[in-house]
């Protein structure tokens, strides 16, 4: 009963890499143009996907939940932080794929991946607890990801304010000044909005099937490195929350589920769209998106499970 919702939603988004996959086997698009669709994902899309998920009543209570999980999720992460360069020193990766490392064990597919198989699992309530936690990522994607990203391309960086002013970051103020004011769009506007945002996982996914089409299978397969990173990712991160998120409130309710689900996620797909748009380790962030991907389909149902216990 709990495996099924969750391997039928990753199943279903993993078919969405295909098209890429046949478009650049077939050449039917370009280098330039799969950038041009990069670059309509992190300018456009993505922007209006957040604003659009913010779209929440305020209510006290969910500034109380809010706060919860914006806590935990920050200790989550300052310790994956905190493993991250040592982890990706052990396996010998260049200073370069180091950064992108520290990227990819930070932050999981949340959005893609992660809302439509908390629904799947918990309802539509979830929901609403799932998109905090993409809310957190996104501020701390489009933050310090962006930086960790443009080090990982080589870029000699002065971490300035311009450095933090992109799409992505004004998508997630304007979210959130709508929500703290209790502003909901009308129709007209915030229906567009929902639209163009919903475009960003058809088309993510697209970016990553046309850089899977140029890689080979022993590309793919063969890469010790990468098979470490899914270690990281999908079973030692997801443990690492299941154990404060135990010590911190002490059962599972839906909150605390939603969080150790959304840590047990594989590689977000920004790893690979931003690398690709800042002429970084592209080849390394696909190889590691897709087989993340396809483990989780085992290592998700086995944490879902176990909360069930």
């Given at each position: 009963?709990?495996?099924?919702?969750?391997?039928?939603?990753?199943?279903?988004?993993f078919i969405l890499i295909v098209p890429g996959v046949f478009f650049k086997k077939k050449n039917i698009l370009t280098e330039d143009q799969?950038?041009?669709?990069?670059?309509?994902?992190?300018?456009?899309?993505?922007?209006?996907?957040?604003?659009?998920?913010?779209?929440?009543?305020?209510?006290?209570?969910?500034?109380?939940?809010?706060?919860?999980?914006?806590?935990?999720?920050?200790?989550?992460?300052?310790i994956i932080f905190a493993i991250s360069f040592p982890v990706a020193k052990l396996i010998k990766l260049p200073k370069t794929k180091q950064y992108l490392t520290v990227f990819m064990l930070l932050f999981g597919n949340t959005g893609f991946i992660g809302i439509p198989v908390i629904k799947a699992l918990y309802g539509t309530d979830a929901v609403f607890y799932a998109a905090i936690v993409e809310l957190i990522n996104d501020i701390l994607i489009f933050t310090v990801g962006i930086l960790l990203i443009q080090l990982s391309a080589g870029a000699n960086l002065k971490v300035g304010f311009k450095q933090f002013i992109n799409p992505g970051l004004i998508g997630v103020i304007i979210g959130l000044v709508l929500f703290l004011l209790n502003i909901q769009l009308p129709n007209l506007i915030g229906g567009s909005i929902e639209m163009i945002g919903n475009a960003t996982t058809p088309l993510t996914m697209f970016c990553i099937g046309f850089q899977i089409g140029g890689l080979k299978f022993k590309e793919i397969a063969g890469d010790v490195q990468v098979?470490?990173?899914?270690?990281?990712?999908?079973?030692?991160?997801?443990?690492?929350?299941?154990?404060?998120?135990?010590?911190?409130?002490?059962?599972?309710?839906?909150?605390?589920?939603?969080?150790?689900?959304?840590?047990?996620?594989?590689?977000?797909?920004?790893?690979?769209?931003?690398?690709?748009q800042y002429k970084g380790e592209a080849a390394f962030a696909t190889k590691s998106v897709l087989l993340s991907t396809v483990l989780s389909l085992i290592t998700i149902p086995i944490f879902a499970i176990i909360m069930e216990l």
């Amino acid at each position: 009963m709990v495996v099924w919702p969750i391997l039928s939603s990753l199943i279903m988004i993993f078919i969405l890499i295909v098209p890429g996959v046949f478009f650049k086997k077939k050449n039917i698009l370009t280098e330039d143009q799969n950038g041009a669709i990069n670059s309509i994902v992190v300018n456009l899309t993505w922007p209006c996907l957040v604003i659009d998920a913010m779209q929440m009543k305020f209510s006290l209570q969910v500034l109380k939940d809010s706060a919860y999980i914006l806590g935990v999720c920050l200790l989550i992460l300052a310790i994956i932080f905190a493993i991250s360069f040592p982890v990706a020193k052990l396996i010998k990766l260049p200073k370069t794929k180091q950064y992108l490392t520290v990227f990819m064990l930070l932050f999981g597919n949340t959005g893609f991946i992660g809302i439509p198989v908390i629904k799947a699992l918990y309802g539509t309530d979830a929901v609403f607890y799932a998109a905090i936690v993409e809310l957190i990522n996104d501020i701390l994607i489009f933050t310090v990801g962006i930086l960790l990203i443009q080090l990982s391309a080589g870029a000699n960086l002065k971490v300035g304010f311009k450095q933090f002013i992109n799409p992505g970051l004004i998508g997630v103020i304007i979210g959130l000044v709508l929500f703290l004011l209790n502003i909901q769009l009308p129709n007209l506007i915030g229906g567009s909005i929902e639209m163009i945002g919903n475009a960003t996982t058809p088309l993510t996914m697209f970016c990553i099937g046309f850089q899977i089409g140029g890689l080979k299978f022993k590309e793919i397969a063969g890469d010790v490195q990468v098979y470490a990173i899914c270690f990281v990712k999908l079973l030692i991160v997801p443990v690492l929350t299941l154990l404060v998120v135990k010590l911190w409130a002490g059962d599972f309710s839906m909150l605390e589920k939603v969080l150790i689900i959304g840590f047990a996620m594989p590689v977000g797909a920004v790893a690979s769209i931003f690398s690709q748009q800042y002429k970084g380790e592209a080849a390394f962030a696909t190889k590691s998106v897709l087989l993340s991907t396809v483990l989780s389909l085992i290592t998700i149902p086995i944490f879902a499970i176990i909360m069930e216990l």
